[in-house]
């Protein structure tokens, strides 16, 4: 019988790969960000979020869970305007 696989944690998200999705944002925002440990995935659905169509001209709450909810949170409130629709 062989053994069971273990699962590993995906790893958490560096500030040069926060970097690389969000882009040049002040340090304390991505070490904000880096403190809840979030993975690459979990950045970029925050993100991508953050500056979607659906959320810019409807104004809709985002749908992310966990950690991507816990980075859209922090790059909202640091940036309200980030995106906002050119009416």
């Known amino acids: ?3 069971p696989l273990a699962r590993t944690a995906p790893e958490a998200a560096t500030a ?3 970097r690389m999705i969000i882009g040049p ?4 925002v991505v ?6 440990k979030p993975t690459v995935d979990d950045v970029s659905r925050a ?3 953050l500056r979607s169509d659906e ?3 409807r104004h809709l709450t985002h ?10 949170e922090i790059l909202a409130a640091e940036y309200p305007d980030l995106g ?4």
């Open 1 to 3: 019988m062989s053994a």
């Open 55 to 57: 959320h810019l001209q």
């Open 16 to 18: 040069n790969d926060i």
């Open 31 to 36: 070490m904000k960000i880096m403190g809840i």
């Open 63 to 72: 749908n992310l869970i966990a950690r991507a909810a816990d980075v859209f």
């Open 25 to 28: 944002f002040e340090d304390d």
């Open 84 to 87: 906002d629709p050119v009416l």
């Open 47 to 49: 993100y991508s979020w």
